[in-house]
C-alpha cells in the first residue's frame, strides 16, 4: 500500500474530497497546522506555567476549577494547557524531520532512476521492494529497541521504512517528465544532466513533492505517537503528545480522560489539516497532468 494511499485512507474518499474542495475548510486547516507549527517554535516561551511542576493536591482536578488553569491538571498535578503549548514541539519535530529525510531520499532515488533508466532503475527498484517487507511503525519499534527508546531512532527509521513509498510516487512522475520535449532540447543544448533535473524536473515535480510530504507528515504523527504511547519513543516527563495520551490512561480508568482526550485531540486535528491540505494540493496536480 503506497504512502498516498494510507494518507488517503483517513476518510472515506467521497466525504475527503467534498472537505477538501471547501475553501473555508482549507483555511480552517492552514489555521489548525499554522496554530501547532506556532506552538512549536514558541510553545515553551509562552507556556504559562512550568510543564514539568507537580503539585499533587490540584491532581486530577479538572477544567476552569482552578483560577488561570483553563484545562485543569494531569494525574501528578501538572497543567495540562503548558504541557499541551511545549508538547507541540517534540510531537511536530519528529514527523518534521521523517518528512524532510524520506522526501530528500526519495525524491533522489526517483530522479535517478528515471533519468539513468536501465540497470539503474532496475537496482534502485529492487531495494525499494525489499524496503517494502518492513512496515514503518514495526522498524522504528524495533529501532527503538535496539538503540534506545528517544526520538532520533523511531525517527530516522521511519524515515527510512517511508522512503519506497516516496520514490515508487515520484519515479512515476519523474519518467513522465524525462520524456518531455524540453527535456530533449536542453540535452540536444548541451546542458549538464544536474542542471537540467536542478533547474527543470525537480521543480516542475515540486507541488507533487509537496502533497506527498503533508501525507507523511500526517502519518509519522499517528506512528511516532504510537512509539511514545508505548514507552519507546519521547520519554516521560517530557511534554508530548504521544507522552500525554499514555500517562493520561490512569485518569481514563478513573473517570478522568482529559490528559489523553485533550492530547489526541491536537494529534488528530493536525492529522486530518494536514491530509486534507494534502489531498487538495494532490487534486490540484492531478488537474494540471
Known amino acids: 500500500m503506497s504512502t498516498v494511499t494510507l494518507g488517503r485512507s483517513i476518510i472515506f474518499p467521497r466525504t475527503r474530497r467534498r472537505l477538501a474542495a471547501s475553501s473555508v475548510l482549507y483555511g480552517v486547516c492552514w489555521l489548525i497546522v499554522g496554530v501547532a507549527v506556532f506552538l512549536a517554535i514558541f510553545g515553551p516561551l509562552l507556556a504559562p506555567h512550568d510543564p514539568n511542576s507537580s503539585q499533587l493536591e490540584f491532581q486530577f482536578v479538572g477544567p476552569f476549577q482552578a483560577k488561570g488553569y483553563p484545562l485543569g491538571f494531569d494525574s501528578q498535578g501538572r497543567d495540562l494547557l503548558s504541557r499541551l503549548m511545549v508538547g507541540a514541539r517534540t510531537s511536530m519535530l519528529g514527523p518534521a524531520l521523517v518528512v524532510l529525510m524520506s522526501m530528500a531520499l526519495g525524491t533522489l532515488i526517483s530522479v535517478l532512476a528515471a533519468w539513468r533508466g536501465g540497470w539503474v532503475d532496475s537496482v534502485l527498484g529492487t531495494g525499494m521492494d525489499i524496503l517494502f517487507a518492513f512496515p514503518g511503525i514495526l522498524l522504528a519499534v524495533l529501532t527503538a529497541a535496539v538503540f534506545g527508546a528517544g526520538l532520533a531512532a523511531p525517527t530516522i527509521a521511519l524515515a527510512i521504512a517511508y522512503t519506497p513509498y516516496i520514490a515508487r510516487v515520484l519515479r512515476s512522475a519523474a519518467v513522465r517528465e524525462r520524456a518531455r520535449d524540453y527535456i530533449s532540447a536542453a540535452e540536444v543544448q548541451g546542458v549538464s544532466s544536474l542542471t537540467i533535473c536542478g533547474r527543470h524536473l525537480i521543480p516542475n515535480l515540486a507541488e507533487l513533492v509537496v502533497a506527498q510530504a503533508t501525507l507523511v507528515f500526517a502519518w509519522a504523527m499517528v ?10 519513543g519521547v520519554q516521560a516527563p517530557t511534554a508530548d ?3 500525554m495520551v499514555a500517562t493520561g490512561e490512569t485518569g481514563v480508568l478513573q473517570g478522568y480522560p482529559m490528559e489523553s482526550l485533550s492530547a489526541g485531540i ?3 486535528l493536525v492529522v486530518v489539516a494536514v491530509n486534507l491540505l494534502g489531498e487538495r494540493i494532490a487534486a490540484r496536480d492531478e488537474g494540471r497532468a
Open 223 to 232: 506512528d511516532l505517537a504510537a512509539i511514545s504511547f508505548l514507552g519507546l
Open 241 to 243: 503528545w504521544g507522552v
Open 266 to 268: 491536537c494529534i488528530v
